[in-house]
């Protein structure tokens, strides 16, 4: 008897390989528009063409790494600029332990080493449902 299941791989294979929740791709990214259509069954998984999902997910979902200097602080603001995340959300992150401490807290503004930012960008969600 010949296989005939396409190659590809499940929601769960995914998850694996990308690093996240299986929850995450059931219920968020794999709801999103340009998810790609599965290409068939695996048992009672459906399964996706790997390269249709790292396009997906590059374009929608990964975080791309800013350019920012690692050894210079920046301040709220900055970050702001650089990467699109409100010094408003960067207060409230801290309040609840989803954004590091400050490098610097000697000025009127709290500071952070680029490589520090970086790290919590690279960390933070991309992806938010429509309303």
């Given at each position: 008897m010949v296989d005939r299941?396409?190659?590809?791989?499940?929601?769960?294979?995914?998850?694996?390989?990308?690093?996240r929740a299986y929850n995450t791709l059931r219920a968020q990214w794999s709801r999103h528009p340009a998810w790609p259509a599965p290409i068939g069954k695996r048992g009672r998984s459906y399964i996706y063409d790997p390269a249709a999902v790292?396009?997906?997910i590059t374009e929608h979902f990964a975080r791309h790494a800013t350019d920012l200097e690692p050894r210079?602080?920046?301040?709220?603001?900055e970050i702001e600029a650089a990467t699109g995340i409100t010094a408003a959300t960067i207060r409230a992150d801290r309040s609840k332990g989803r954004?590091?401490?400050?490098?610097?807290?000697?000025?009127?503004a709290h500071r952070w080493y680029g490589e520090k930012?970086?790290?919590?960008v690279i960390k933070r969600r991309s992806y938010r449902r429509n309303p």
């Open positions: 299941t396409p190659e590809g791989e499940t929601l769960r294979e995914i998850a694996e390989r990308h690093g790292d396009a997906v210079k602080l920046y301040t709220a603001r954004w590091p401490a400050p490098d610097d807290v000697t000025g009127p930012i970086t790290q919590a």
